[in-house]
């Protein structure tokens, strides 16, 4: 069953008073425990089919479902909501708190909720990811690798149903990227989510799934 759905979404953009399909009538659907990659060359639109599935942004025409409910239309608090508790995010950066210890950078996402004690969940999910002798390290105590690991820690905290990795070993070395990627595969069925990238690294496309390729904001 599809934990995300895109049904004949399109995206348009004015700019300089020209528009822009950035997609066009795209269908699209991942399930729990799948790893589903997306490619294309650059401006083709998968950034924008990835805002469109992790909530960041609002479809121009179509409409999109999570867990089969549809959340087109949903305030912005609403999505908000639906991303705090439902969807992780991996990026190619990082985006570690420099201040902040491996667990604290885990906790981060569910510091607001003060009813629920993260700590334990976060030191599991470290050591889930090979990083239990670095808790108490910080960002620039660790490798590239170690803190990517630490970001895909961090995006599983509130148990989400899906994740989105957006270029997740493109600041890493092939061998460092293909650790990752087979923590990844492990994640996608010990944690039950949705895995869904968006990628340059042809490497990637070893541990898919299913590979999704779109150009022009047309899926082929």
């Known amino acids: ?13 004015e700019t300089g008073g020209e528009v ?10 991942a399930a729990r425990g799948e790893m589903v ?19 960041l942004d609002t479809p121009t025409d179509g409409r999109v479902r999570l867990d089969r409910q ?20 991996v990026f ?30 976060a030191e599991t999910l470290l050591r889930r990811v090979g990083l239990g002798d670095r808790l108490e390290h910080t960002p620039d105590e660790l490798s590239g690798g170690q803190r ?6 961090r995006s599983l905290i509130n148990e989400p149903d899906i994740l989105l990795a957006d270029e997740p070993t493109g600041n890493l070395d092939q061998e460092t990227g293909r650790t990752i990627l087979e923590e990844l595969t492990r994640l996608k069925t010990d944690e039950d989510v949705a895995i869904v990238s968006v990628t340059h690294d042809e490497q990637m496309l070893e541990y898919a799934d299913r590979v999704v390729r779109i150009v022009d904001g047309v899926i082929e």
Not at 1 to 13: C, D, F, G, N, Q
């Open 20 to 29: 822009v399909d950035a997609l066009d009538c795209v269908d699209f659907a």
């Open 1 to 13: 069953m599809s934990v995300i759905e895109l049904e004949s979404v399109s995206k348009r953009y």
């Open 148 to 153: 990517q690991r630490v970001a895909i820690a």
């Open 92 to 121: 190619q950066d990082f985006h570690l708190l420099p201040m902040l210890s491996a667990t604290e950078n885990v906790e981060l996402p569910s510091m607001w909720d003060t009813s629920v004690d993260r700590r334990e969940r």
């Open 37 to 55: 990659t997306v490619i294309g060359p650059s401006g083709s639109g998968k950034s924008t089919m990835l805002n469109m599935i992790g909530l």
């Open 70 to 89: 549809d959340v087109t239309d949903c305030t912005a608090d609403e999505l908000t909501e639906q991303r705090r508790s439902t969807i992780g995010f």
